[in-house]
């Protein structure tokens, strides 16, 4: 059963960097029919796909976040990561990692990670 | 962006009735189109993809259907574990987007 955990910190002042890891186990995340995705939830926004990553590095991003996120794949570690740039308070939200995999043409997130909460504030 | 409007917003019903959810997007979206459902203070979690196929695990009282622009999920017999948020997703392009949600409460 794949099991997906996110860590960081939970609050980030604005103008800094919130910066996550997401922890892939009971899986590899060099498994070849897999991407692995960052979402993100807030009252206002409701669910935002935030973007995606292939164990090679391959990265796609939502063009509305693209300017101040990176996405990086660790596969020594398992694991995956988000940098978020210059923060306000509308990123503030629940941030979910998830496996992507494709379902007869669609993609489709199977397992998710239970969400980390993150404020921006100062 | 493809917008994802999903109908009703928010619906009430009790245990044993069947309903139905819509979702229309502003533009085709073939059959690129998921259902999740997500329980208060939990991830969402897949019930349908590619518009009408059942994710493994998922019960039988959840089905899928439409293509295009419209789509519906149905869900029979209402179980009170099925009382949860609602969310449609499509892939046809990217960014991937998802419906408002519709909230379905326990009359």
């Known amino acids: 059963q794949v099991q997906l955990q996110e860590s960081g910190p939970r609050l980030v002042k604005p103008s800094e960097t919130l910066s996550l890891t997401c922890t892939v186990s009971?899986?590899?995340?060099?498994?070849?029919?897999?991407?692995w995705a960052w979402i993100r939830q807030s009252p206002g926004k409701g669910l935002e796909w935030i973007g995606s990553?292939?164990?090679?590095?391959?990265?796609y991003y939502n063009p509305s976040l693209k300017s101040r996120i990176t996405i990086s794949v660790d596969t020594s570690k398992n694991q995956f990561s988000l940098n978020v740039n210059s923060v306000t308070a509308t990123d503030t939200a629940i941030y979910y990692c998830?496996?992507?995999?494709?379902?007869?043409?669609?993609?489709?997130?199977?397992?998710w990670g239970q969400g980390t909460l993150v404020t921006v504030s100062s | 962006d493809i917008q994802m409007t999903q109908s009703p917003s928010s619906l009430s019903a009790s245990v044993g009735d069947k309903v139905t959810i819509t979702c229309r997007a502003s533009?085709?979206?073939?059959?690129?189109l998921n259902w999740y459902h997500q329980r208060p203070g939990k991830a969402p979690k897949l019930l349908i993809y590619?518009?009408?196929s059942l994710q493994s695990g998922v019960p039988s009282r959840f089905s899928g259907s439409g293509s295009g622009t419209d789509f519906t999920l149905t869900i029979s017999n209402l179980q009170p574990e099925d009382f949860a948020t609602y969310y449609c997703?499509?892939?046809?392009?990217?960014?991937?987007?998802f419906g408002q949600g519709t909230r379905l409460d326990i009359k």
């Open positions: 998830a496996r992507r995999f494709n379902g007869r043409g669609s993609q489709v997130f199977d397992y």
């Open positions: 009971g899986g590899s995340i060099t498994n070849k029919n897999y991407y």
């Open positions: 990553i292939y164990f090679s590095g391959t990265t």
């Open positions: 533009q085709s979206v073939s059959n690129y």
């Open positions: 590619a518009a009408s």
């Open positions: 997703q499509q892939s046809y392009s990217t960014p991937l987007t």
